[in-house]
């Protein structure tokens, strides 16, 4: 728009028709249009124009309107987006007045950076509370890295060291899980190992999956792949294991959890230590033992339930565990010949000083082979976690069994059973173990030769007060410990005197 366009869009609004109004109160204003001959002009209104040229300069000038009505005023000319008019009414009130093409025209630059730091600087404070929290937890950990609670995103320095083969396993597990802490490593550095795993031989499958022995830096671990339907177990064990203070030499070692992309498929990893006897289920089809060999599984196995069933009250306590589904399958034997137990996907876990009992969300039930009287019949009490412990007690009742079958005895020993052999179906269902359990009331069969021996006798005691009809009538985990301990003394003793 040339400077004779400003001057006659000025000119016309000054003469605008509207000037025989009715009669208001005259204000002084400035003037800077050609028509005025001062300075200032005295109007009904002073006005400002502002108009945007096509080369983006903008022309402004100042006047006064002969009429009091508004009409012209905050708008733009007759549709025009570059011409914009504000008026005032107030001596020289034009002198400095901003229109609104001054406010919401400034160009794009102006939107654009408005709306980056509309976004982006929220983002940016985001991040850096998350840094700050970040920082401030690996600093806790280094301080207290003894304690239970090692914070999930690890320490950078170490996990450097992990990834170029400065630590073994047993240097993570001591630098993270010392006595009294997590039974877990950080998280980073779970991820990190589970990465580094490299798969070597299939040893074991079942409904759960696949059990591989893996290789990391030259050692072996154990790979747990859990099927695609299974995955509330995996959940489980790992929520288990990365909460719980649970590391014990008779609880199958932890050593990461991942959620990992293999062959264009989704897998679940659970990586724990590995032993090649494999599984006591395993272990007892091809090794028998005498009855001193017999009473150290037995211990090892109630040693690890003891661990699980008790809570250790205090600021870094650990809440009662029990396991539902203990059988020989998920017992491990480990090359001193005691044994640890493995596979919690089913665990209850109940804190009475936290006032909580969490059942977990697994549809999947435990062994039907080694159920309760109570869980065939429905009876069992759910509400209450001592019925869950109770369950416990009956199936290591029934291993118990299973390893004494396989212990010498005046040089006979009796070929591998599973309990209930000779009674049901090589895969039961619920209703063949219900009849024989609940309605008939069977047992296992105790051999008579069992009671020349002082340790089988003690032990066979020890299994009928497992299988109760009544669950408050059965053993705790915590008297058999005391009993086979005591027991396993006087052997030692008789051993010493000879």
Known sequence: MSQKDIWLFSLAVLTSPFSSATVATEWTCVCDVPSCKEETCVGKKCFVTEIVESDGHRRRTRGCFNTNVMEHCSSRVNGNMNVVVECCASDFCNKNLTTHLSVEEKGPDASVTSLVLMTVLPSLLILLLLFTILFWKVRQCNRKRSLARVNDFGDTEFLKASIVGDSTLGDLLDEYCTTGSGSG????????????????????????????????????????????????????????????????????????????????????????????????????????????GCLQLAVSIICGLVHLHVEIYGTQGKPAIAHRDLKSRNILVKENKQCCIADLGLAVIHSQSGDYLDIGNNPRVGTKRYMAPEVLDETIRTDSFESYKQTDIWAYGLVLWEISRRTIINGMVEDYRTPFFDVVPHDPSFEDMKKVVCIDQQRPNIPNTWCSDNILSALAKIMRECWYPSPSARLTALRIKKTLNKLKSSMDQTKQEC
């Open 185 to 292: 490593l950080p998280f980073l550095v779970q991820r990190t190992v589970a990465r580094q795993i490299t798969l070597v031989e299939c040893v074991g499958k079942g409904r759960f999956g696949e059990v591989w022995r893996g290789m990391w830096q030259g050692e072996n671990v154990a790979v747990k792949i859990f099927s695609s339907r299974d995955e509330q177990s995996w959940f489980r064990e790992t929520e288990i294991y990365n909460t719980v203070l649970l590391r014990h030499e008779n609880i199958l070692g932890f050593i990461a959890s991942d959620m990992t992309s293999r062959n264009s498929s989704t897998q679940l990893w659970l990586i724990t230590h590995y032993h090649n006897s494999g599984s006591l289920y395993d272990y007892l089809q091809s090794t028998t033992m005498d009855s001193e």
